[in-house]
């Protein structure tokens, strides 16, 4: 498998791995011992020269402020209130995270996906996957066009880096596919299509004087891998250590951030760890950040629980040395062992857009809100 510096199980700073690595047989040993150490210590990573087309990357980067410079109709137009999916635009302010106001005006999309179940079908949380909402052409010309060949990029980059973390831990070959398939299905790269993954484009005005600093609270992402293009130089994102403290993970040229979800987590043992993260709001007087995550998703009905991977001694041993992991500020989402991986999602949608809930899932929404709207949405 290669062979890797002894790890240290708390990190300073955020590890950078070259993508370029992989190019050749005599240096890609060392990214794959380089993917291993991040894995199990930072569960973060900066991916330098991702092979995701530079031009792309900037014109997204580009559209991203236009986007929410539309007139306040174009965006009414889009709210995520319209969509069973949870998809499309959500206002400033309308989220809570560990009890505090996250400060960011965002709006969801995903790659394209043609729904098969509809409003009354006995698993609801396949509805969670369907059209999203886009912007007219003639109000955000080429914003559809040029965003959709990007996230067709990153998931293609998606797939690749799950293979990569199957080799870095020690795993068969292919042996993570069958998080990407339906239990009922056959396994196989040919039932990729069926899936849908999301993204959002985030704005982090500058905080008012006086004003916290919570752009979004402390939190684990949800699925397998995330994919983050930070879209302007603004500091702000941090992630959380072994020991408690908050590590700075500014942007850096050519880069995306990646980092593991508590799906990931839970499907390997614990042995790759999702890591809590906030960001903090840009200081008074700045200019908005932006940024452009995009979320991998697996197979809707695949119970993580369900899946036994087999690893070897040495990998186990990684875990064992680094111990139980520290306290953080975030929470878990203990439901993958027990649910299937779409109704975790859409249980984290309804209570993170409870409007959304009360207009495509009455009764799920009487279930987690039974004093009727709350002021915010809470996921956390």
């Known amino acids: 498998m290669g062979s890797a510096p002894a790890p240290s199980f708390d990190f300073s700073s955020i590890p950078i791995l070259d993508y370029t690595l992989l190019a050749s047989p005599a240096t890609r040993p060392a990214f794959i011992a380089q993917l291993r150490t991040a894995l199990t210590t930072a569960g973060f990573l900066y991916l330098l020269h991702p092979p995701v087309a530079p031009d792309l990357r900037a014109n997204v980067c580009e559209l991203a402020p236009r986007l929410f410079e539309l007139p306040p109709e174009a965006k009414e137009r889009m709210r995520m209130r319209n969509s069973e999916s949870f998809l499309g635009y959500s206002r400033l302010g309308a989220e809570l995270t560990r009890g505090a106001i996250d400060m960011r005006e965002q709006c969801d999309f995903a790659?394209?996906?043609e729904a098969q179940i509809r409003k009354g079908e006995e698993k609801e949380y396949l509805r969670l996957w369907g059209p999203a909402q886009w912007p007219a052409e003639d109000e955000l010309p080429g914003f559809r066009t040029t965003f959709e060949a990007y996230l067709?990029?990153?998931?293609?980059?998606?797939?690749?880096?799950?293979?990569?973390?199957?080799?870095?831990?020690?795993?068969?070959s292919g042996a993570l596919d069958q998080c990407f398939v339906d239990p009922d299905t056959d396994t196989g790269a040919s039932a990729r299509p069926r899936l849908q993954h999301r993204a959002k484009i985030v704005k982090y005005p500058a905080r008012a004087p006086g004003a916290g600093d919570q752009g979004v609270g402390p939190h684990f992402d949800g699925g397998f891998l995330t994919f983050l293009l930070q879209a302007s130089p603004h500091p702000g994102l941090q992630v959380q250590n072994l020991a408690g403290a908050w590590i700075d993970a500014p942007p850096l040229p050519d880069t995306f951030v990646v980092n593991i979800g508590k799906a990931l987590e839970t499907v390997t043992q614990g042995i790759a760890r999702a890591t809590s993260h906030r960001v903090l709001s840009p200081p008074v007087g700045s200019t908005p950040r932006y940024s452009i995550p995009f979320f991998q998703s697996i197979a809707q009905d695949v119970r993580i629980g369900d899946i036994k991977l087999e690893f070897p001694e040495e990998i186990l041993k990684l875990k064992e040395q680094r111990g139980a992991l520290g306290v953080t500020e975030s929470v878990n989402y203990a439901e993958y062992n027990e649910l299937p991986s779409g109704l975790v999602n859409l249980i984290g949608r309804i209570k993170s857009h409870p409007d959304v809930a009360e207009r495509h899932y009455p009764e799920l929404f009487k279930k987690f809100f039974p004093n009727g709207m709350p002021l915010y949405g809470s996921a956390y």
């Open 111 to 113: 790659t394209p996906f």
């Open 152 to 172: 067709t990029q990153v998931e293609v980059l998606s797939f690749e880096f799950i293979a990569l973390i199957g080799e870095a831990l020690g795993l068969r």
